[in-house]
């Protein structure tokens, strides 16, 4: 049997949970119920650079690439 993951809603907790799930070899469907991703948040991408981050001195940080998947008993998750 075949196991397809739903996640729901593109905002970048979402993307990043089904990138995440489709590298451990999983298949995604992402839904989103309005016409542009992000959710309650607009994103406007504003040439290559944060300005908003520069402009509060905010530092950024790559999100990593492998980030394992726990269930809700706390046990981490191994893709079988």
């Known amino acids: 049997m075949e196991l397809i ?3 729901n ?7 990043a949970a089904a990138r995440q799930t489709f590298w451990f070899g999983y298949k995604v469907v992402v839904l989103e119920g ?3 991703p992000g ?7 504003i040439g290559n650079k944060a ?7 905010i530092p950024l940080h790559k999100v990593r690439v492998n980030c394992p998947l726990y269930k809700s008993s ?3 998750l191994i893709k079988q």
């Open 9 to 15: 809603g593109v905002d970048l907790v979402g993307l």
């Open 74 to 76: 706390g046990e981490k």
């Open 5 to 7: 993951v739903v996640v």
């Open 51 to 57: 300005v908003l981050a520069r402009q509060l001195s």
């Open 39 to 45: 959710r309650r948040v607009y994103i406007e991408k």
């Open 34 to 36: 309005r016409y542009r």
